[in-house]
C-alpha cells in the first residue's frame, strides 16, 4: 500500500521499489481497470522512428519546410 502521507526519500528507493509504489499509487487512485487504461497511452511502440520520419518527410531543407508551411497557412 502507499505510504499515507509519509515523506519518501526517492534518492534512497530503487528503480522497482519506485514502480511499485507508482502502480500502487495509480491502483488507488483510478481503481484496477483504470490504472491499466493509464498505462496503455505510455506504449512505447515499435521501429525506428528517426528512419521512419525521413521516409515520410525525405531530406527537407528548413527553408524547404518553412515554405511548405506558409503554403499550407494559405
Not at 58 to 66: D, N, P, T
Amino acid at each position: 500500500m502507499v505510504d499515507g502521507g509519509a515523506k519518501m526519500n526517492i534518492k534512497l528507493m530503487t528503480q522497482e521499489q519506485i514502480r511499485r509504489i507508482g502502480l500502487e499509487a495509480l491502483a488507488e487512485k483510478l481503481g484496477p481497470v483504470g490504472m491499466v487504461r493509464f498505462l496503455q497511452l505510455f506504449s512505447t511502440g515499435k521501429g525506428d522512428y528517426t528512419k521512419e520520419r525521413e521516409k515520410w518527410l525525405g531530406k527537407a531543407s528548413v527553408r524547404e519546410l518553412v515554405k511548405e508551411i506558409k503554403r499550407e497557412r494559405e
